[in-house]
């Protein structure tokens, strides 16, 4: 055998034991693509839109949004249901998922108002206590909290709602659908129909505010979800806290 043939045997022996080397070698484990997000019902219009926004600019990320009322999110969450991002409109229903989210921070701050059909004659809080049909969230809800706070630093309100809503979309849904005459909502839902409803402000603006906070799980720490890192940053970033601004929320260190 020539010097030629031995080299070309020796290249085809080595390729040979090589080769199954290469193909059992593991693929690196892909990072978590989807993040669970728990988010206020008072935050759908923008969360949605933010949410396309981000998944557009990250290809093959998903972004799958829960909206309702804080309280109801709260309790699912400590009940064990899968999340990585938690919005809570205000700070005591967050403190009811205390168990998986640990670390929450201040986000935004919204306020209730009266509102009123676009056209109506209504133009203050104790016109209330005229012969109409008004409607606010449940007791228990973030935004009925706030609006019991603001009834009652308000003074002289004799009537009462004529429903206790579940959160603060189903009550602008039964004023948008023309069902009452008035309802306690977010300043920002009004902003977001400033065709069909108007604000009647209350007097305490601080007993009619709550504070929002957002904060990222256990689970998505222990999962090392870094894309559920990375979108809670996004919700925090200016650009954001800006949009959010310009939909009615109140963010103190957003110029």
Not at 33 to 40: H, Y
Not at 194 to 200: G, V
Request: aromatic share 6%; hydrophobic share 50%; with cysteine.
């Amino acid at each position: 055998m020539n010097l030629s043939h031995l080299k070309k045997r020796i290249a085809i022996t080595v390729a040979i034991a090589i080769a199954p080397c290469a193909i059992a070698a593991p693929a690196p484990a892909a990072s978590p693509a989807t993040v669970n997000v728990f988010a206020a019902s008072s935050l759908q219009v923008q969360y949605t839109a933010l949410a396309k926004k981000f998944m557009a600019a990250h290809p093959g990320a998903k972004i799958n949004i829960s909206f309702g009322s804080s309280t109801t999110l709260a309790s699912q969450i400590a009940a064990g249901a899968p999340v990585d991002i938690f919005v809570s409109a205000d700070r005591s229903a967050m403190a009811t998922a205390s168990s998986e989210i640990t670390s929450p921070v201040d986000y935004l701050v919204n306020q209730v108002v009266l509102a009123v059909p676009a056209n109506s004659a209504i133009s203050k809080i104790s016109d209330l206590n005229k012969s109409i049909k008004w409607i606010q969230c449940a007791h228990t809800a973030p935004c009925g909290i706030a609006a019991d706070k603001a009834l009652a630093a308000e003074t002289g309100i004799t009537t009462a709602p004529v429903s206790l809503e579940a959160s603060a979309s189903a009550t602008l849904a039964k004023l948008l659908a023309g069902a009452v005459d008035g309802a306690i909502v977010y300043k920002t839902d009004v902003i977001a129909n400033p065709t069909k409803i108007k604000a009647i402000y209350f007097k305490d603006s601080a007993a009619a505010s709550t504070t929002y906070q957002i904060g990222i799980s256990k689970s998505a720490i222990a999962a090392k979800n870094r894309l559920a890192s990375i979108f809670l940053s996004n919700m925090k970033s200016v650009n954001v806290l800006k949009s959010l601004a310009k939909a009615g929320f109140q963010i103190d260190n957003v110029r």
